[in-house]
Structures are given as structure tokens and as C-alpha cells.
């Protein structure tokens, strides 16, 4: 199990609270730090079940200064994430076979 984690955020840190209390074997995966590959977010796209628009962070200043109204593939979604890590909503938890969006962080027992 993997938790895609950014610790300056309060909604990630409830997640992975949340996490730890169900479970202790994951790895936290500080994401802005180790950055994002286009292989990556297409592999956790496909395993959740959601639209596109649930991965991006609207409310990011990137976002709204340069993305804002525009509309994209999900592929193009997925190629802004990697340029722009910071656009990924958090936390992203993969239990291997399926990813959710751990915000509200209950939606984590969904994995088990």
C-alpha cells in the first residue's frame, strides 16, 4: 500500500492519520519531493474510479493563474501533473489493485 502524501497539507495529514490507524505496512510517497512520471499517473488513473477533474487540485495558484477554464484531455491532465506536481490532489492511496482520493480520509476503507 502506497500513500501519495504532502505533509505541509492539512487534508494529506488527516489521510494519512486515518491510514496509520487502519493499517501499518504502506509507504508514504512524498510526491513533490520525488516528482511525478507520465507512466506513474497513468498507472493510479486507471485504478480509480472518478473523473479526471477529481485529481486536480482547482484551488492551486498554478491552476488558477494558468489553467483555469481551460479544457484538456486526460491525458494533457495527467501531462500538467507531472510539470506541475503541486496540481495533484492529495492523498492519493494505492492498495495495489485500487486507488482512492483518501479526502474525506474514511474513503481509505474503501481499500480493504
Known amino acids: 500500500m502506497k500513500i501519495y502524501h504532502n ?7 488527516e489521510g494519512l492519520a486515518y491510514l ?8 508514504i510517497v ?6 511525478l512520471t507520465i507512466e506513474l499517473l497513468r498507472d493510479l488513473w486507471s485504478r480509480y474510479d472518478g473523473d479526471i477533474m477529481d ?7 498554478f491552476y ?6 481551460k479544457v484538456f484531455s486526460s491525458e494533457a491532465w495527467l ?12 492523498p492519493l492511496v494505492d492498495n495495489g489493485t485500487i486507488v482512492v482520493l483518501a479526502n ?9
Open 30 to 35: 512524498e510526491y513533490l519531493k520525488t516528482g
Open 55 to 61: 485529481l486536480v487540485r482547482t484551488q492551486e495558484k
Open 20 to 27: 496509520s490507524s487502519k493499517c501499518d505496512d504502506f509507504e
Open 104 to 112: 474525506p480520509p474514511q474513503n481509505i476503507d474503501l481499500l480493504f
Open 79 to 90: 501531462e500538467q501533473m507531472v510539470q506541475e506536481p503541486k496540481l495533484l490532489q492529495r
Open 64 to 69: 488558477k493563474e494558468n489553467l483555469k477554464g
Open 7 to 13: 505533509p505541509r497539507c492539512k487534508k494529506s495529514r
